[in-house]
């Protein structure tokens, strides 16, 4: 069992940053792939980017790609995504997710555990 927490949501300019962080609980922490996914209104959830559980491999949609970087520090049970020069369109409820297995999926029905989401609001 994995319980996630997300922090670091908020409300930031267009080309701003912000850094969110995902603290997981459970003993087993380094062999979980974990994701970043969003979901705006009216919208479905959508894969924003996946890390393994090496932290050896990432992936990113391509409409984050170069703009948001994702990491993980398995002493702190956390995994991070910083995302830089942020866009209106960027705005969601975003959500940490993991499964345990060697390739972080990116589809989000194939991961286990869910957090309860932090809000990312980004103006104009």
């Known amino acids: 069992q994995v319980q996630l927490v997300e922090s670091g949501g908020g409300l930031v300019q267009a080309g701003g940053s912000l850094r969110l962080s995902c603290a997981a609980s459970?003993?087993?922490?380094?062999?979980?792939?974990m994701g970043w996914f969003r979901q705006a209104p009216g919208k479905e959830r959508e894969f924003v980017a996946a890390i393994s559980w090496t932290g050896g491999n990432t992936y990113y949609a391509d409409s984050v790609k170069g703009r948001f970087t994702i990491s993980r520090d398995n002493a702190k049970n956390t995994v991070y995504l910083q995302m830089n020069s942020l866009k209106p369109e960027d705005t969601a409820v975003y959500y940490c997710a993991a499964r345990q297995t060697l390739r972080p999926p990116t589809s989000a029905r194939e991961y286990d555990y869910w957090g309860q989401g932090t809000q990312v609001t980004v103006s104009s």
């Open positions: 459970g003993r087993t922490f380094s062999r979980y792939a």
